[in-house]
């Protein structure tokens, strides 16, 4: 078959490759000309890492992923560690490693393993009309192509979207803002080899190690929508907003370069259940956009190529009812997944003070159990459980 893709972000790139891997003949194509992915890193949890197994990337990935072997939070004020565990019982269950990325490395990977050469740069698409036997996707220089279906893999924004839905639904703000980047791993910010996250007055400070030396950082602070975004202005507010804290979280601001640093207002969109219409369906954050509260929108987008590729090679009624039956087996998951994130944004974020309290004093009763229970339970119901 000939398939458009629409979006070279991790998701597009991903179905494109078990897509290609089936014999299809695919193109993709990315409004941008120059690719710089949303935020510095990724988590990938088992469940995402299994995916780029399962296309072949299980080397590639190893090689680019960090060494997160243990996982605590610190009481951000006093600096004292309230819970530390090893993640050994969660690579134990599932089968896999995860692995915190960067996101650009991971970028290129997929890019290098879909083919550049089939990857059209600068390609916004503006319009999407299926005649019920081809669907023609129009772009903003004015040029079409055709194909037998089209992939709407344009990310939280989508245009393919509103195509499917006939409307374009309201992202929702979550509430906080995170500045997100990385620095060279230091131990006097954090074990090298942990995922350490800082929590108080519903802020919140993780660092996770990625290869090459370095950790990714986040920051979280609870704000309203819409303030200013001023590079220059990004340590002194967070000076402002952590005054008080421990001094490794003075030592990690005093090390970020603002110039590498990202600054996201936190959306998610209410979950629905129409993926797909005709010969054109929805993947990735156009599907579910959600907070990245438990790390699983990129593992989530990736899970979807999989199923995807496996409806349309397995399925023998045409596009359309193959697309269906895609829809079906993941828009239940993944919209679950929606839900659970913004649930946990709340609990994180301060939405209801007591709430978060409660939380924090349980985080000093806690031998990594309940967390890692947790955060298997949202790997189960992958494709390769
Ligand atoms: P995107 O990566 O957004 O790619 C969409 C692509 O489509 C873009 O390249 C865009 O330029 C292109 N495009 C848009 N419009 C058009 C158009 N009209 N025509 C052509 N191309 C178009 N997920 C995890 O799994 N783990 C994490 O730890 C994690 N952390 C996160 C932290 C932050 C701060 C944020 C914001 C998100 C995080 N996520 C995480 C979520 C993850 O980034 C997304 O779920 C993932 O990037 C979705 O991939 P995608 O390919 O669907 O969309």
């Not at 939380?359 to 459980?385: A, C, K």
Request: charged share 20%; with cysteine; glycine share 10%.
């Amino acid at each position: 078959m000939r398939i458009t893709i629409i979006g070279a972000g991790m998701g597009g790139l991903s179905a494109g490759i078990a897509l290609k891997r089936l014999g299809h003949d695919v193109k993709v194509f990315e409004k941008v000309s120059d690719i710089k992915p949303v935020g510095a890193a990724i988590s990938l949890w088992s469940n995402g890492v299994k995916c780029l197994n399962y296309l072949g990337l299980h080397r590639q990935i190893a090689a680019l992923g960090g060494n997160m072997d243990s996982m605590a939070y610190v009481d951000g004020k006093s600096g004292k560690t309230m819970t530390a565990f090893s993640l050994a019982p969660l690579v134990t269950q599932i089968g896999q490693r995860p692995y915190p990325v960067s996101r650009a490395a991971l970028q290129n990977m997929l890019m290098d393993e879909f083919g550049r050469q089939d990857v059209t740069l600068g390609m916004a698409v503006t319009d999407v009309e299926d005649d019920g036997a081809t669907v023609t996707a129009r772009f903003a220089d004015g040029s079409s192509v055709q194909s037998d279906l089209l992939i709407g893999a344009d990310g939280t924004h989508s245009t393919v979207r509103g195509y499917v839905l006939g409307e374009q639904p309201e992202r929702r703000y979550a509430g906080y803002v995170n500045w997100n980047g990385l620095v060279e791993i230091d131990p006097a910010i954090a074990p090298a080899d942990r995922w350490t996250t800082f929590v108080g007055e519903g802020k919140r400070v993780s660092v996770m190690p990625i290869a090459g030396n370095q950790f990714y950082f986040f920051f979280d602070v609870p704000l309203p929508l819409g303030l200013p975004n001023e590079r220059e202005h990004y340590k002194a507010l967070l000076r402002e907003y952590f005054q008080g804290w421990t001094p490794q979280i003075q030592l990690l601001i005093d090390r970020i370069d603002p110039a590498a640093t990202n600054r996201v207002e936190i959306h998610d969109i209410e979950p629905f259940m129409q993926w797909t219409r005709g010969r054109v369906a929805l993947l990735g954050d156009a599907a579910h956009s959600t907070t990245p509260d438990i790390g699983q929108g990129g593992c989530q987008a990736m899970e979807d190529a999989i199923v995807l590729a496996h409806a349309l090679q397995t399925n023998t009624l045409g596009i359309e009812d193959a697309l269906q039956r895609y829809a079906k087996r993941r828009a239940p998951r993944a919209g679950e997944l929606v839900l659970r994130a913004r649930k946990r944004c709340d609990v994180t974020h301060a939405k209801d003070p007591a709430i978060t309290q409660a939380w924090y004093d349980s985080l000093w009763q806690e031998d990594g159990h309940t967390i890692i229970r947790g955060i298997v339970g949202n790997m189960l119901g992958s494709p390769f459980d």
